[in-house]
């Protein structure tokens, strides 16, 4: 019985193994082999790491350095719209939590709302409020409507509410703290875990963001990374046959443009390594009897 | 430090509920005073008021010459100990005691030396490094005394600050509260529900019921002349037995009748109960403290009275023995005591309890009792150990101001 229920699982684990992670391997070996390798030999060969720094230089050359310029473009949207995100969504959160003001309900209600909402239908509203404030063409009109994030303030709110018991901000009162010291001193590096929480959502929401930028740029000097590899995978012959054997030549093939997606996961993949740090243990422990 | 005065002061809070209702009590400067009474009499938002954490709602809350009601929290100058401590745990031991003293400004090397000589009062001196989580129960309780003592503040606020500790601990830690206290000389407002607590610590204790103050006084005259049921019920471990029982006056003596059981009142009880007279024959509470009544086979002939009684649960200490035993006679049953009874946790209803035929007591015998679970007995009663309570309105029978109308 034992041994059945064994080979079951392993069944099992094996095939959702094969359907989620043979995509990913895929498109790790895909730059390390030439185009015409990529679709007649073994999905899973590998090819060499010559074709890999082959496909850097295709996709570097690519627009005159333009891809570096939209990596750039990316970090600058994320990290500013992310560093206003965390100065408005952790107070705002501790707002909700510990506030007695009216219309407090309402706010929360009214947060919740606007997060389960899909981001892109607020991308046409948007982009005729930044027209009339003549902003559209300034960087700008990525990074204040990417500061919009309630899910921050919503998690800021949680952690607040459950984690952070209030006989510590009434000690700090009676310690002599007035409100914004209370904040400053006491519930601010207390909130350690939901800062990293926070800055790595926005960070990853931000990044991955493709349609307001794509609906708000024109210039693709501002292009962000997302919008950035829309415009290589339609200069890529094989998907897009107009382009390719026109009078420029591109270089840009399938390799190039896997290469291109994996470069544009790795900023995401470092943002969580270090904000897992400080996910892991959470901070109160101590403060008060369990 | 300063007095602490509390006049006309009410807590009502969004819902409606009366948390306290028009408590008007002074505190001396210096003094340790004791609040205490079952969960929910609110004590801890008395506690809350005087600590700018709570509105109130009506009445003023003084604290030596200046009215603090509309006064922040921080500009009150007053330190506050927390049931659950409430250390800050991104702080260490040194950061959290000398925490109000940086949030004031005090230069450096002043708060280096008090936090050391704070430390060293409490024993806290090898854990200044360490974070909140790496502490035991009772050194954390220490750190939250450092971080209130170090202030020298006008009043110490400490609500029920040991009832998260073993019993070995806070024995041990409610002296050495009580000790400090008096050697820095602060106002103490203490807020606890468990009376030992309030009879050790306490210069006076307020007993709070339902919002309400029921007496003000030190401790053992709370324990000998409590000015109600409440009072007479609350305080006290075991607590006080409770009797129906109805008052009778034949040719110039009077007699209490509960049941099987009748005691003659002799001269010296009758003239300082006078209002007793009143009563004949009227139902009352009779109150009897447990250590009135001891195995009358230990007490030999005194002339006490004897309760004849059957020995149900025997309780050894090992200094006494704590007899449990039923007698004839039906319990008082009242509001009060019902309240009592859900405080102790006493999940009977107090029809239950007033349907028994027999009633059980308490009382503490002599080591030296032979008396068995089974045994039928006699019990002596010590007379001054009796308490006389109006069965409608709770209140002690004492002189003629407390009979009802």
């Given at each position: 019985?034992?041994?059945?229920?064994l080979?079951l699982?392993?069944?099992?684990?094996?095939?959702?193994?094969?359907?989620f992670?043979?995509?990913?391997?895929?498109?790790?070996?895909a730059?390390?082999?030439?185009?015409h390798?990529?679709?007649?030999?073994?999905?899973f060969?590998?090819g060499?790491?010559?074709?890999?720094?082959?496909?850097?230089?295709?996709?570097d050359a690519?627009?005159?350095?333009?891809?570096r310029?939209?990596?750039?473009?990316?970090?600058?949207y994320?990290?500013?719209a992310t560093?206003i995100?965390?100065a408005?969504a952790i107070?705002?959160?501790y707002?909700?939590a510990?506030?007695?003001?009216p219309?407090r309900?309402?706010?929360?209600?009214?947060?919740?709302?606007?997060?389960i909402?899909?981001?892109?239908?607020?991308?046409?509203?948007?982009?005729l409020?930044?027209n009339?404030l003549?902003?559209?063409g300034?960087?700008?009109?990525?990074i204040?409507?990417?500061?919009?994030f309630?899910?921050?303030v919503?998690l800021?709110?949680?952690?607040y509410?459950?984690?952070?018991?209030?006989?510590l901000?009434?000690a700090a009162?009676t310690?002599?703290?007035?409100?914004w010291?209370t904040?400053?001193?006491?519930?601010?590096p207390?909130?350690?875990p939901?800062?990293?929480?926070?800055?790595?959502f926005?960070?990853?929401?931000?990044?991955?963001?493709?349609?307001?930028?794509?609906?708000i740029?024109?210039?693709?000097s501002?292009?962000?990374i997302?919008v950035?590899?829309s415009?290589l995978?339609?200069?890529?012959?094989s998907?897009n046959?107009?382009?390719?054997?026109?009078?420029?030549?591109?270089?840009?093939?399938?390799p190039?443009l896997?290469?291109?997606t994996?470069?544009?996961?790795?900023?995401v993949?470092?943002?969580?390594l270090?904000?897992?740090?400080?996910l892991?243990?959470?901070l109160v422990?101590g403060?008060?009897?369990? | 430090?300063?007095?602490v005065?509390f006049?006309?002061?009410?807590?009502?809070?969004?819902?409606?509920t009366?948390?306290?209702?028009?408590?008007?009590l002074?505190?001396?400067?210096?003094?340790?005073?004791?609040?205490?009474?079952?969960?929910?009499?609110?004590?801890?938002?008395?506690?809350r008021?005087v600590?700018?954490?709570?509105e109130?709602?009506?009445?003023?809350v003084?604290i030596g010459?200046r009215i603090?009601?509309d006064l922040?929290p921080?500009?009150?100058?007053i330190a506050m100990?927390f049931?659950?401590?409430?250390?800050?745990?991104?702080l260490s031991?040194?950061?959290?005691?000398?925490?109000?003293?940086?949030?004031?400004r005090?230069p450096?090397?002043?708060?280096?030396?008090r936090?050391l000589?704070?430390?060293?009062?409490?024993d806290?001196?090898?854990?200044?490094?360490?974070k909140?989580r790496a502490?035991?129960?009772?050194?954390?309780q220490?750190?939250?005394m450092?971080?209130?003592?170090?202030r020298?503040?006008?009043?110490?606020?400490?609500d029920?600050?040991l009832?998260?500790?073993?019993?070995k601990?806070?024995?041990?830690?409610?002296?050495?509260?009580?000790q400090?206290q008096s050697?820095?000389?602060v106002?103490?407002?203490?807020v606890?529900h468990?009376?030992v607590?309030?009879?050790?610590?306490?210069?006076r204790?307020s007993?709070?019921r339902?919002?309400?103050l029921?007496?003000?006084?030190p401790?053992?005259?709370?324990?000998n002349?409590?000015r109600?049921?409440?009072?007479?019920?609350f305080?006290?471990?075991?607590?006080?037995?409770?009797?129906?029982?109805?008052?009778?006056?034949?040719?110039?003596s009077?007699?209490?009748?509960?049941?099987?059981?009748s005691v003659?009142?002799?001269?010296p009880t009758?003239a300082?109960?006078?209002?007793?007279q009143?009563y004949?024959?009227?139902?009352?509470?009779?109150?009897?403290?447990?250590e009135g009544l001891?195995?009358?086979?230990?007490a030999?002939a005194d002339g006490?009275?004897?309760?004849?009684?059957r020995?149900?649960?025997r309780?050894a200490?090992g200094p006494?023995?704590?007899?449990h035993?039923?007698?004839?006679a039906?319990?008082a049953v009242?509001?009060?005591?019902?309240?009592l009874?859900?405080?102790?946790?006493?999940?009977?209803?107090?029809e239950q309890l007033?349907?028994?035929e027999r009633t059980?007591?308490v009382g503490r015998f002599?080591?030296q009792t032979?008396?068995?679970?089974?045994?039928?007995?006699?019990?002596?009663l010590?007379e001054?150990?009796l308490?006389?309570f109006?069965?409608s309105t709770?209140a002690?029978i004492v002189?003629?101001?407390?009979?009802a109308?």
């Amino acid at each position: 019985m034992r041994s059945v229920a064994l080979g079951l699982r392993l069944v099992i684990l094996a095939v959702f193994a094969v359907f989620f992670v043979a995509p990913v391997l895929w498109l790790i070996l895909a730059p390390t082999k030439s185009d015409h390798a990529l679709v007649t030999g073994s999905p899973f060969s590998f090819g060499s790491f010559h074709q890999v720094s082959l496909a850097w230089k295709h996709l570097d050359a690519f627009s005159d350095h333009i891809f570096r310029t939209w990596i750039g473009n990316s970090l600058l949207y994320a990290f500013s719209a992310t560093a206003i995100v965390l100065a408005t969504a952790i107070p705002a959160g501790y707002g909700l939590a510990f506030g007695t003001f009216p219309g407090r309900k309402l706010l929360l209600t009214l947060t919740l709302i606007v997060m389960i909402m899909p981001a892109a239908a607020l991308v046409l509203p948007i982009f005729l409020e930044l027209n009339s404030l003549h902003l559209i063409g300034s960087v700008l009109a990525v990074i204040l409507p990417f500061s919009f994030f309630p899910f921050g303030v919503y998690l800021a709110y949680i952690y607040y509410a459950t984690a952070v018991p209030p006989d510590l901000l009434d000690a700090a009162r009676t310690d002599g703290c007035g409100e914004w010291l209370t904040f400053r001193r006491v519930a601010l590096p207390l909130a350690k875990p939901v800062v990293a929480l926070v800055f790595f959502f926005s960070f990853v929401a931000d990044w991955n963001n493709f349609f307001l930028p794509y609906a708000i740029i024109a210039d693709s000097s501002q292009y962000p990374i997302q919008v950035g590899l829309s415009d290589l995978l339609s200069s890529t012959p094989s998907f897009n046959p107009a382009q390719g054997g026109g009078g420029q030549q591109v270089n840009i093939f399938r390799p190039e443009l896997a290469l291109a997606t994996l470069i544009a996961v790795i900023p995401v993949a470092i943002v969580f390594l270090l904000s897992q740090r400080a996910l892991v243990r959470g901070l109160v422990g101590g403060a008060v009897k369990e | 430090m300063a007095e602490v005065v509390f006049d006309g002061v009410s807590k009502v809070f969004k819902d409606g509920t009366r948390a306290v209702d028009e408590l008007s009590l002074d505190i001396a400067d210096g003094e340790f005073m004791v609040l205490v009474g079952p969960s929910g009499c609110g004590k801890t938002t008395a506690l809350r008021m005087v600590g700018g954490l709570e509105e109130i709602t009506e009445g003023n809350v003084r604290i030596g010459e200046r009215i603090v009601n509309d006064l922040s929290p921080k500009s009150r100058d007053i330190a506050m100990v927390f049931q659950s401590y409430a250390l800050y745990p991104h702080l260490s031991v040194a950061d959290n005691i000398g925490f109000a003293l940086k949030t004031k400004r005090v230069p450096k090397e002043e708060i280096r030396r008090r936090v050391l000589e704070t430390a060293r009062m409490l024993d806290l001196e090898p854990y200044l490094k360490r974070k909140p989580r790496a502490l035991s129960g009772g050194q954390r309780q220490r750190v939250a005394m450092g971080r209130a003592i170090i202030r020298q503040p006008r009043a110490f606020l400490m609500d029920e600050p040991l009832s998260n500790l073993d019993a070995k601990l806070r024995v041990q830690m409610r002296a050495e509260i009580k000790q400090l206290q008096s050697e820095v000389g602060v106002t103490t407002v203490y807020v606890t529900h468990d009376q030992v607590e309030a009879m050790t610590m306490g210069d006076r204790v307020s007993v709070m019921r339902k919002g309400v103050l029921q007496q003000v006084a030190p401790p053992e005259e709370l324990y000998n002349r409590p000015r109600n049921m409440f009072v007479g019920g609350f305080i006290g471990s075991p607590a006080m037995n409770m009797l129906e029982a109805t008052v009778s006056r034949t040719n110039g003596s009077t007699t209490i009748v509960a049941g099987e059981m009748s005691v003659a009142l002799s001269e010296p009880t009758l003239a300082s109960h006078p209002a007793l007279q009143a009563y004949d024959g009227r139902t009352i509470v009779l109150g009897i403290r447990p250590e009135g009544l001891n195995d009358a086979a230990l007490a030999g002939a005194d002339g006490r009275p004897r309760l004849p009684a059957r020995a149900e649960l025997r309780e050894a200490l090992g200094p006494e023995v704590l007899m449990h035993f039923s007698v004839r006679a039906r319990a008082a049953v009242t509001d009060e005591i019902r309240e009592l009874a859900e405080d102790a946790g006493d999940d009977r209803t107090v029809e239950q309890l007033g349907s028994l035929e027999r009633t059980r007591l308490v009382g503490r015998f002599g080591a030296q009792t032979r008396v068995r679970e089974g045994d039928t007995i006699e019990v002596a009663l010590d007379e001054g150990a009796l308490h006389f309570f109006d069965a409608s309105t709770g209140a002690a029978i004492v002189d003629e101001a407390a009979v009802a109308a």
